[in-house]
């Protein structure tokens, strides 16, 4: 899957703190959408509204994230991500507008256009938050997080819609996959439960830290 929409994102600096910002997050949203349109002939409709429920929604859930950035920051950066898209499923602040057409792709986006025309929302929610776990990690760590071969499979993706249709929070575990990180498919939104940060209490690393994005 080519994510060339993390080029957008990353000419942002200091992007954990500009996201949490409802400007910059409204910005970069609109800016994903425009690149997905670009590429793909996908239009969308985005309603502003809904947007800034599901910002406002996935701040709470940062809040509830913060004790564990000192533990485990990495983890607590894809869990973030997995928040947004959480949040996002529920609200659906974009309306894929169908008579958007097709265009012809490069050779090497042909995969990611199937899985966009696939499902149109879920591409654009989905490489919005994709972009910025590789955008952040890039920032904070110096090198972005590859990406689990499962992103470019039409049957995983098939899985993923099915499954967040009736339970958003899902959506966490299956961004979890995609970054190549061991899925909490039984209690997808505790962040205490989460493998990385278990295993960082476990072993007595880590302490009390702001997550990516709170300062």
């Known amino acids: 899957m080519d994510i060339m929409f993390h080029d957008a994102l990353a000419s942002l600096p200091d992007l954990r703190h500009r996201l949490r910002q ?8 609109r800016k994903n959408a425009e690149q997905v349109r670009s590429a793909f002939g996908i239009r969308y409709e985005i309603d502003d509204v809904k947007l800034a429920r599901a910002f406002f929604n996935w701040l709470e859930a940062l809040e509830r994230a913060r004790p564990y950035a000192g533990v485990a920051r990495s983890d607590v950066i894809v869990f973030g991500a ?8 529920r609200e659906h602040p974009a309306q894929y ?3 958007s057409g097709r265009k012809d792709v ?11 025309h696939f499902w149109p929302v879920g591409f654009l929610y989905t490489s ?10 890039e920032q904070e760590f110096g090198k972005a997080k590859p990406l ?3 992103v470019d499979e039409i049957r995983f993706w098939w899985s993923f819609k ?9 959506a966490i575990p299956f961004l979890d996959r995609i970054v190549g990180q061991e899925p909490n498919w039984m209690m997808p939104a505790a962040v205490a439960d989460r493998l990385a940060i278990r295993g960082a209490l476990q072993s007595g690393g880590g302490g009390s830290g702001a997550i990516a994005g709170t300062h």
């Open 162 to 170: 099915e499954n967040v249709a009736d339970m958003p929070a899902m």
């Open 106 to 116: 490069p050779e090497e986006l042909r995969e990611t256009a199937e899985i966009a």
């Open 97 to 99: 507008i169908a008579d």
């Open 22 to 29: 409802w400007r910059w997050f409204r910005v970069a949203f």
């Open 128 to 137: 919005f938050c994709i972009s910025g776990i590789m955008t952040i990690h």
């Open 82 to 89: 997995g928040a947004v898209l959480c949040e996002l499923l």
């Open 148 to 150: 689990a071969a499962c």
